[in-house]
């Protein structure tokens, strides 16, 4: 299982800084997916890195506004939110597995994000 923290509300322009954590075991053997879901939306992948941290990817809508990270010593991943918008509302999942895909094992409950003025 995993552990989403973070999320809340920011304003337009604002950040936020999500983390991903798996209680019990270290996450640096996995490559670490973001995923979000916004109301009446399908689920679309954010962002995701490789277990080594030496591979990432990027949703084309994110433009260079969110970084992707991992620190592979206290086993947690890491997505840092900026230049938010309001359309980047939604719940965002983080997800493991030994690669990066849409499809990956491990999922965590989701945490929101509101980006309201």
């Known amino acids: 299982q995993l552990v989403e923290s973070g999320g809340g509300l920011a304003q337009p322009g604002g950040s936020l800084r999500l983390s991903c954590a798996a209680p019990?075991?270290?996450?640096?053997?996995?490559?670490i997916g973001w995923f979000r879901q916004a109301p009446g939306k399908e689920r679309e992948m954010v962002s995701c890195?490789?277990?080594?941290?030496?591979?990432?990817q990027y949703g084309d809508f994110v433009q260079g506004r969110f970084t992707v990270s991992r620190d592979n010593v206290e086993g947690t991943g890491h997505l840092q939110l900026a230049n938010l918008k309001p359309e980047d509302s939604g719940i965002y999942y983080c997800?493991?597995?030994?690669?990066?895909?849409?499809?990956?094992?491990?999922w965590g409950p989701g945490i929101s994000v509101t980006v309201s003025s």
């Open positions: 019990g075991r270290n996450l640096w053997n996995y490559a």
């Open positions: 997800a493991a597995d030994g690669l990066c895909s849409n499809w990956m094992e491990d």
């Open positions: 890195i490789s277990s080594s941290g030496g591979y990432t």
